[in-house]
């Protein structure tokens, strides 16, 4: 795969509904690709909630509608970084674009809101989206699919490792070396901070999430309705698995709160995720020396202490994405960026070992320019 760089954008709305993170990279080839600028357009407090609805009750208007909003708001995302980077859209080879997933329920479906159509008339390029639906259809789940970017750029040069992601969702990945796909194994471990920051918000309305985990240690863990989440079946089940806000979402938030309200609910809601995440590692990925973590759950002070806690019990250090490559909140932008390179290309951007897919598949479809 030997050909002159290419500068590509791209984007990524991860379930968290933080807003629409947009990377431009330099590719130079499948392990070579170089972060030059990245810009988040948030999403506001009634953007957030016009998604939440749409998740809960959409109606066929408000979800088409959706689709092409979604879009407009990547299309601001990427306005804003190459104005920012001075490049003009005439320089971007293609745009990644993942989209906001809307339903994920493999091994049937797992849906993106977001018309590819729309950025490729505003920029005058190329636009690779949909990425999840063959992986889908080849008896996948569709996620994790950040993995083949903790393979291909993230791994250790000489050891094991494994990459943590702490979004709305958490996952992990184990990588036994870098760019060595056999071996690797990735999953959802449940949720991450989706049911924190839900709590977060229905003990303060005002909160956009738990602030510096205010709430949290305000709180004291309820260990009998922990047992009882615990004991969910997600959370036992092997890998392949994925999930989202359809189980770990709102509904769940509001139950649990109405079980803990206040405080007490967000400190439960941190250990329910500590807990699942470390006991995950430890049981999927044996043996790995260390743990690199990235993510919005890496900026909530008491989720990052309990589990250095718990993986420090076994001698496994939690070291930060940011101390070891660039800002993290980037990555899984940097990823979909990589993803839309192996498409274009006609490379398989999935890992069977991650989502349980009955082989390799080129993944996307591309709108011309």
Known sequence: MNERPILAVGLMSGTSLDGVDAALVRCEGPTHVQLLHFHTRPYSAA??????????????RELALLHVRVAEWAAEAVESLLEQAHTKPSDVG??????????????TVSWQLGEPAVLAERFGVRVVSGFRARDVAAGGQGAPLVPMADVLLFGHPDRPRVLLNLGGMANFSYVPRRALEAGALACDTGPGV?????????VDPSLPYDVDGRLARRGRVDQAVLARLLADPFFAAPPPKSTGRERFGASYAETL??????????ATAVELTARTVAEAILKWAPGAPEVVGSGGGMRHPLLVERLTTLLGERRIPLLRFDDLF????????VAFALLGYLSIHGQPGNLPGATGAGGSRILGQITPA
């Open 94 to 107: 293609f745009i990644a674009l993942h989209g906001q997933t809307i339903w994920h329920e493999p091994p």
């Open 47 to 60: 953007e957030r909630e016009a998604i939440l609805a749409a998740l809960a009750r959409g109606t066929p």
């Open 257 to 266: 709160h109405h079980a803990l309200p206040g405080p007490d609910g967000v």
């Open 326 to 333: 660039f800002s993290g909140d980037a990555k899984e932008a």
């Open 194 to 202: 989706a049911v924190i920051d839900a709590i977060a918000r229905l």
